[in-house]
């Protein structure tokens, strides 16, 4: 993560919205943050962390409540807004909150009003749920992790030292991304197991199942199917037998069944005899009367057709006499309106109109109307006029005292002194300077006080090892007489007269007294022992000197040199007096000149307000000036046109200067009356005209029509002529026919129609008839001739059928039995074989649930993660312990157990292991910034959120300068081995020589302005 952009506003102290480019303040790679205490540097680092994560770490701690944005809003602004812009890989993300103060429930409440998430220019969030998504997913950190490892708040610096070891595991787990390790893994290796051991639970039911399937059962089944297959061969050659016995039987029978049926049939058709001879005679008398029914339809064809024309005929004589009456009364009514067009011309003339008058008379009138509007705009001008010319006088002599009024205010400032603060500046840092000294000196005398008991305890163990050292001395020098005794005497005593000394090479040897007892291995023993005394005296010896040499140049380095003076106790009393008595006239400088800036303050505020008040008058005053000329030259303008309109007027005719307008405006409206009736004339006029046109064009029309009418009459007559001839004819046919086929009537005729479907019919059913006579008599002479001479009887057949039963049966139940015993034995079969895999899979889910289980026990409880998160632990702490053995030149290195608890190991105070809360103020901070500097580092490299910063917010305040020298050299080098950016945020005026690039941060001026930030 990169920082680009900041904006706040309604922050804290900052009022107006100030940006941070933080870009530019990156370039070097190292800046600073400076300001006096409570300016609002801090204020910066919770603005990225509510844009990030919509909280502020400060918030729960004012208020008790996480989401307290409220208590942060400045109270001279009634909205919050912050507007972040940082790089994440190749990615820009922009984020914006606003928010604005509303009511709920009577309290005021601070409502989130925009939340917007834009990453490379697309909108990805627009809620604060879905920004918070967005940032889970794509930043990687939860606040907590942000404010622990890369952005470090006051008071934030030593919470990851103080985590307790689950906790520590917990967030190296999420920022490292190992959850994959972890809750998620042993998840899935449960499932894993829990499947393999419901498969082998499975598996063992089906086996058991399984386990009645045996060879020995599936043998005697095989036996018992030969034997069903012998006994269905001896009974298929029984049924064979009465097989064919049966079907000679049936064949009679089905015989003697026909021959009786053949009989029943003749008889039928006897009884049909009658009904085919009366269906014979209505098919005959059918087509008679079918022959007739061609010319029956066509007369009363003619006849309808001669009813239709009749009744078109007497139609066409009504319309005929319609359309005449029609003529009649049109040529009336065009009579009528001629005589009403010939009234109508002689009254409009008698009507008087004339156009030009009316037309001077619209002329005349709009004059006079303007000229009464132009005398009553000058009077009202005039009437203006005088008041502003009054009003005028009134803001030249008010100007005039107030211009008096400012120059005696100007004059009373040039005589007030001015305002410096370069004196109250000067006793500050003064202030300031000998704080920084008198702490300096308080914390360094009470370390040295315990470096001097320290040192003391540290001689006096010395000059004990000292003089246990030449005790051990002695101890040797007399151990190694008694090994020399020992071994002359033993030398001595295996020597032989004239034998060689292997020592001085005499050949006579001396006799030697021996009065110990002592055996010489015990003393090469205990010369062993001494000796590993000796070695360990010497080593703790040795070590005692150099934690010695070391407290002497940490006491020595502990000294504070003021004004090129080691500081004492009379310097030390004489500082604090100087302090006190340099805040006591800060305060009253501080007071007079407070008093001094709030006089000049309200002289300040009178020269504006009567600057503006003068400025106020003088417009005003050119505003009247404006005004009375522009109404001195519309007074001119009124005059010169009531001047024109007389004269116009004049022109027009004398008379109508003394007629009065009503009058003008009554003659103007007779002209207008009588204009409107001459229009109303004409108008009525023309459409009689119109009427007139209209029906001399319907009677033309209509009488087209009747001469169409006429032809069609005489057509009509025609026709009805030519259909009497024919139906004469057609009626003289129907009697001869009738005589033909003795029919007396013509409904007698209607009577005998028959359609050709049942003509059909009748004619198919007398033929069908005939041959079924003829057929059945062959038939019967057939039948009797095969059935004559052979024997039959109910009982004979009766007893062939239940044989023929009974051998089916038993052969089709001998059939299935065997069925069954083939299915049973290839199901035992396959069961036998089914029964052998599984028992071989069994095997194989057994091996593989027993790997899965055992891996299962490993990982439960979460013993692969704590491995994996100590190991990175241990990691860190290398890394970090490298850093802090360097700043403390090799007094510390850090050291973490197996539950992750941090201790410190002192190797000025032999090698002792103390955990992290028992450091001082300024060690603690020393541990936690090199942890958190190790963290970021490792996230840079190895984390799932590439940061390229890391932020850090006071803490400085507890170091020495040596201490501080040391802990910005790792800073420096830990920026240029990794390429990251590394903010500061401090007041230590100390830093600001040390950094390039700066950003200043000024105090709030309350009533005037809020915090102003700019890059130096």
Same mark, same amino acid.
């Given at each position: 993560?990169?920082?680009?952009?900041?904006?706040?506003?309604?922050?804290?102290?900052?009022?107006?919205?100030?940006?941070?480019?933080?870009?530019?303040?990156?370039?070097?790679?190292?800046?600073?943050?400076?300001?006096?205490?409570?300016?609002?540097?801090?204020?910066?680092?919770?603005?990225?962390?509510?844009?990030?994560?919509?909280?502020?770490?400060?918030?729960?701690?004012?208020?008790?409540?996480?989401?307290?944005?409220?208590?942060?809003?400045?109270?001279?602004?009634?909205?919050?807004?912050?507007?972040?812009?940082?790089?994440?890989?190749?990615?820009?993300?922009?984020?914006?909150?606003?928010?604005?103060?509303?009511?709920?429930?009577?309290?005021?409440?601070?409502?989130?009003?925009?939340?917007?998430?834009?990453?490379?220019?697309?909108?990805?969030?627009?809620?604060?749920?879905?920004?918070?998504?967005?940032?889970?997913?794509?930043?990687?950190?939860?606040?907590?992790?942000?404010?622990?490892?890369?952005?470090?708040?006051?008071?934030?610096?030593?919470?990851?030292?103080?985590?307790?070891?689950?906790?520590?595991?917990?967030?190296?787990?999420?920022?490292?991304?190992?959850?994959?390790?972890?809750?998620?893994?042993?998840?899935?290796?449960?499932?894993?197991?829990?499947?393999?051991?419901?498969?082998?639970?499975?598996?063992?039911?089906?086996?058991?199942?399984?386990?009645?399937?045996?060879?020995?059962?599936?043998?005697?089944?095989?036996?018992?199917?030969?034997?069903?297959?012998?006994?269905?061969?001896?009974?298929?050659?029984?049924?064979?037998?009465?097989?064919?016995?049966?079907?000679?039987?049936?064949?009679?029978?089905?015989?003697?069944?026909?021959?009786?049926?053949?009989?029943?049939?003749?008889?039928?058709?006897?009884?049909?005899?009658?009904?085919?001879?009366?269906?014979?005679?209505?098919?005959?008398?059918?087509?008679?009367?079918?022959?007739?029914?061609?010319?029956?339809?066509?007369?009363?064809?003619?006849?309808?057709?001669?009813?239709?024309?009749?009744?078109?005929?007497?139609?066409?004589?009504?319309?005929?006499?319609?359309?005449?009456?029609?003529?009649?009364?049109?040529?009336?009514?065009?009579?009528?309106?001629?005589?009403?067009?010939?009234?109508?011309?002689?009254?409009?003339?008698?009507?008087?109109?004339?156009?030009?008058?009316?037309?001077?008379?619209?002329?005349?009138?709009?004059?006079?109307?303007?000229?009464?509007?132009?005398?009553?705009?000058?009077?009202?001008?005039?009437?203006?006029?005088?008041?502003?010319?009054?009003?005028?006088?009134?803001?030249?002599?008010?100007?005039?005292?107030?211009?008096?009024?400012?120059?005696?205010?100007?004059?009373?400032?040039?005589?007030?002194?001015?305002?410096?603060?370069?004196?109250?500046?000067?006793?500050?840092?003064?202030?300031?300077?000998?704080?920084?000294?008198?702490?300096?000196?308080?914390?360094?005398?009470?370390?040295?006080?315990?470096?001097?008991?320290?040192?003391?305890?540290?001689?006096?163990?010395?000059?004990?090892?000292?003089?246990?050292?030449?005790?051990?001395?002695?101890?040797?020098?007399?151990?190694?007489?008694?090994?020399?005794?020992?071994?002359?005497?033993?030398?001595?005593?295996?020597?032989?007269?004239?034998?060689?000394?292997?020592?001085?090479?005499?050949?006579?040897?001396?006799?030697?007294?021996?009065?110990?007892?002592?055996?010489?291995?015990?003393?090469?023993?205990?010369?062993?022992?001494?000796?590993?005394?000796?070695?360990?005296?010497?080593?703790?010896?040795?070590?005692?000197?150099?934690?010695?040499?070391?407290?002497?140049?940490?006491?020595?380095?502990?000294?504070?040199?003021?004004?090129?003076?080691?500081?004492?106790?009379?310097?030390?009393?004489?500082?604090?007096?100087?302090?006190?008595?340099?805040?006591?006239?800060?305060?009253?400088? +501080?007071? !007079?000149?407070?008093? %001094?800036?709030?006089?000049? @303050? &309200? *002289? /300040?505020?009178? #020269?504006?307000? =009567?600057?503006? $008040?003068?400025?106020?008058?003088?417009?005003?005053?050119?505003?009247?000036?404006?005004?009375?000329?522009?109404?001195?030259?519309?007074?001119?303008?009124?005059?010169?046109?009531?001047?024109?309109?007389?004269?116009?007027?004049?022109?027009?005719?004398?008379?109508?200067?003394?007629?009065?307008?009503?009058?003008?405006?009554?003659?103007?409206?007779?002209?207008?009356?009588?204009?409107?009736?001459?229009?109303?004339?004409?108008?009525?006029?023309?459409?009689?005209?119109?009427?007139?046109?209209?029906?001399?064009?319907?009677?033309?029309?209509?009488?087209?029509?009747?001469?169409?009418?006429?032809?069609?009459?005489?057509?009509? +007559?025609? !026709?009805?002529?030519? %259909?009497?001839?024919?139906? @004469? &004819? *057609? /009626?003289?046919? #129907?009697?001869? =026919?009738?005589? $033909?086929?003795?029919?007396?009537?013509?409904?007698?005729?209607?009577?005998?129609?028959?359609?050709?479907?049942?003509?059909?019919?009748?004619?198919?059913?007398?033929?069908?008839?005939?041959?079924?006579?003829?057929?059945?008599?062959?038939?019967?002479?057939?039948?009797?001739?095969?059935?004559?001479?052979?024997?039959?009887?109910?009982?004979?057949?009766?007893?062939?059928?239940?044989?023929?039963?009974?051998?089916?049966?038993?052969?089709?139940?001998?059939?299935?039995?065997?069925?069954?015993?083939?299915?049973?034995?290839?199901?035992?079969?396959?069961?036998?074989?089914?029964?052998?895999?599984?028992?071989?899979?069994?095997?194989?889910?057994?091996?593989?649930?027993?790997?899965?289980?055992?891996?299962?026990?490993?990982?439960?409880?979460?013993?692969?993660?704590?491995?994996?998160?100590?190991?990175?632990?241990?990691?860190?702490?290398?890394?970090?312990?490298?850093?802090?053995?360097?700043?403390?030149?090799?007094?510390?290195?850090?050291?973490?157990?197996?539950?992750?608890?941090?201790?410190?190991?002192?190797?000025?105070?032999?090698?002792?292991?103390?955990?992290?809360?028992?450091?001082?103020?300024?060690?603690?901070?020393?541990?936690?910034?090199?942890?958190?500097?190790?963290?970021?580092?490792?996230?840079?490299?190895?984390?799932?959120?590439?940061?390229?910063?890391?932020?850090?917010?006071?803490?400085?305040?507890?170091?020495?300068?040596?201490?501080?020298?040391?802990?910005?050299?790792?800073?420096?080098?830990?920026?240029?081995?990794?390429?990251?950016?590394?903010?500061?945020?401090?007041?230590?005026?100390?830093?600001?020589?040390?950094?390039?690039?700066?950003?200043?941060?000024?105090?709030?001026?309350?009533?005037?302005?809020?915090?102003?930030?700019?890059?130096?």
């Amino acid at each position: 993560m990169r920082p680009l952009l900041l904006e706040i506003e309604g922050l804290q102290s900052y009022e107006e919205r100030q940006v941070i480019d933080f870009e530019k303040l990156c370039q070097n790679g190292l800046f600073g943050i400076f300001g006096e205490t409570g300016s609002g540097k801090s204020t910066i680092l919770d603005a990225m962390i509510l844009a990030l994560y919509a909280e502020i770490p400060r918030g729960a701690e004012i208020s008790g409540e996480k989401n307290s944005i409220k208590n942060f809003l400045n109270i001279s602004s009634k909205k919050l807004e912050v507007y972040f812009k940082f790089a994440l890989d190749e990615n820009i993300y922009e984020i914006t909150r606003k928010y604005a103060l509303g009511k709920s429930k009577g309290e005021d409440v601070l409502n989130e009003k925009v939340t917007l998430l834009i990453r490379n220019g697309e909108l990805l969030a627009d809620s604060k749920t879905k920004l918070a998504k967005v940032i889970a997913d794509d930043f990687g950190l939860s606040m907590d992790d942000f404010t622990r490892t890369v952005v470090l708040p006051q008071g934030k610096f030593s919470e990851f030292v103080k985590l307790k070891g689950s906790d520590k595991r917990a967030m190296l787990e999420n920022i490292f991304n190992m959850e994959r390790y972890g809750k998620n893994l042993q998840i899935k290796i449960k499932r894993e197991a829990d499947r393999w051991k419901q498969k082998d639970e499975e598996l063992n039911v089906e086996l058991e199942e399984l386990e009645s399937i045996t060879p020995e059962g599936i043998e005697l089944l095989e036996k018992e199917k030969a034997l069903k297959e012998d006994e269905v061969k001896r009974k298929q050659q029984e049924q064979q037998e009465i097989e064919s016995r049966y079907h000679e039987l049936k064949a009679l029978k089905e015989e003697i069944d026909k021959y009786n049926q053949y009989l029943e049939k003749q008889r039928a058709l006897e009884n049909q005899k009658a009904d085919i001879e009366y269906i014979q005679e209505k098919l005959n008398r059918g087509k008679n009367a079918n022959e007739i029914k061609k010319y029956i339809d066509e007369s009363e064809k003619i006849q309808k057709e001669e009813s239709s024309l009749v009744k078109e005929l007497q139609e066409l004589e009504l319309k005929k006499l319609s359309l005449n009456s029609q003529i009649e009364k049109l040529e009336k009514d065009i009579e009528i309106q001629k005589i009403e067009i010939s009234q109508k011309e002689k009254e409009k003339s008698q009507i008087y109109f004339d156009k030009s008058e009316e037309d001077i008379l619209n002329e005349v009138i709009r004059y006079r109307g303007n000229l009464q509007y132009e005398r009553k705009n000058l009077e009202n001008d005039l009437k203006e006029l005088e008041a502003s010319k009054k009003e005028g006088e009134n803001c030249t002599q008010e100007l005039a005292h107030n211009l008096e009024t400012l120059n005696l205010k100007k004059k009373e400032l040039e005589e007030t002194p001015n305002i410096s603060r370069e004196i109250l500046d000067k006793y500050r840092d003064k202030i300031e300077e000998y704080q920084r000294v008198i702490r300096d000196y308080k914390e360094k005398s009470s370390l040295k006080l315990s470096y001097l008991e320290k040192l003391e305890d540290l001689e006096r163990k010395l000059v004990k090892l000292s003089d246990e050292e030449k005790e051990i001395d002695n101890e040797l020098e007399s151990l190694e007489e008694r090994r020399k005794e020992n071994l002359a005497y033993e030398l001595a005593k295996n020597l032989k007269e004239g034998e060689a000394c292997p020592v001085c090479g005499s050949v006579h040897h001396i006799k030697v007294e021996h009065n110990s007892c002592e055996d010489i291995e015990k003393i090469q023993k205990d010369l062993k022992i001494v000796n590993e005394r000796k070695s360990k005296n010497i080593a703790e010896i040795g070590k005692l000197q150099g934690s010695i040499t070391s407290f002497k140049e940490s006491i020595k380095n502990l000294d504070v040199v003021y004004e090129e003076r080691v500081i004492d106790e009379i310097f030390y009393q004489d500082l604090v007096a100087k302090k006190i008595e340099l805040e006591s006239n800060y305060l009253s400088e +501080q007071q !007079k000149l407070a008093e %001094l800036e709030e006089k000049r @303050k &309200e *002289i /300040n505020n009178s #020269i504006i307000q =009567l600057n503006e $008040k003068c400025k106020n008058l003088q417009s005003e005053k050119e505003k009247l000036n404006n005004k009375i000329e522009n109404l001195q030259i519309k007074v001119s303008g009124y005059k010169e046109n009531i001047e024109r309109l007389e004269v116009l007027i004049n022109n027009l005719g004398k008379e109508f200067v003394l007629i009065e307008i009503e009058e003008l405006e009554a003659k103007k409206d007779i002209l207008k009356r009588n204009y409107e009736n001459i229009q109303k004339y004409e108008s009525e006029i023309v459409s009689l005209k119109r009427d007139i046109e209209s029906r001399t064009t319907q009677i033309a029309k209509i009488k087209e029509n009747l001469e169409t009418i006429k032809i069609d009459i005489n057509g009509c +007559q025609v !026709k009805i002529s030519t %259909l009497n001839s024919r139906e @004469k &004819e *057609i /009626n003289e046919q #129907i009697e001869g =026919l009738l005589n $033909k086929y003795h029919f007396t009537t013509l409904d007698e005729v209607r009577d005998g129609y028959i359609s050709e479907a049942e003509e059909r019919n009748y004619t198919q059913r007398i033929e069908s008839y005939e041959i079924s006579c003829r057929d059945i008599a062959t038939l019967l002479n057939d039948s009797r001739n095969r059935v004559e001479g052979k024997e039959f009887s109910s009982e004979i057949w009766e007893e062939v059928l239940t044989l023929k039963e009974e051998i089916k049966d038993e052969v089709l139940n001998t059939y299935k039995r065997i069925e069954q015993l083939s299915s049973e034995i290839n199901l035992q079969k396959a069961k036998l074989n089914e029964f052998k895999e599984k028992k071989e899979l069994q095997k194989e889910i057994r091996k593989k649930r027993s790997m899965v289980e055992d891996l299962n026990k490993k990982f439960t409880k979460g013993r692969f993660l704590n491995f994996l998160t100590t190991k990175k632990l241990k990691g860190i702490i290398e890394n970090a312990s490298y850093y802090i053995n360097k700043i403390t030149n090799g007094k510390y290195r850090l050291y973490s157990d197996n539950e992750c608890d941090f201790y410190v190991i002192d190797m000025f105070n032999d090698g002792v292991k103390r955990r992290v809360a028992t450091l001082s103020g300024g060690e603690v901070f020393i541990v936690s910034l090199c942890l958190a500097l190790t963290l970021s580092k490792q996230l840079q490299l190895k984390g799932k959120t590439p940061l390229e910063f890391f932020f850090l917010d006071e803490g400085f305040g507890s170091l020495d300068s040596r201490l501080l020298d040391k802990v910005m050299e790792a800073i420096e080098g830990i920026r240029r081995e990794e390429n990251i950016n590394i903010g500061i945020i401090t007041h230590l005026e100390d830093l600001k020589v040390r950094i390039d690039k700066k950003l200043q941060v000024e105090r709030a001026i309350p009533g005037e302005r809020g915090t102003k930030v700019r890059i130096i």
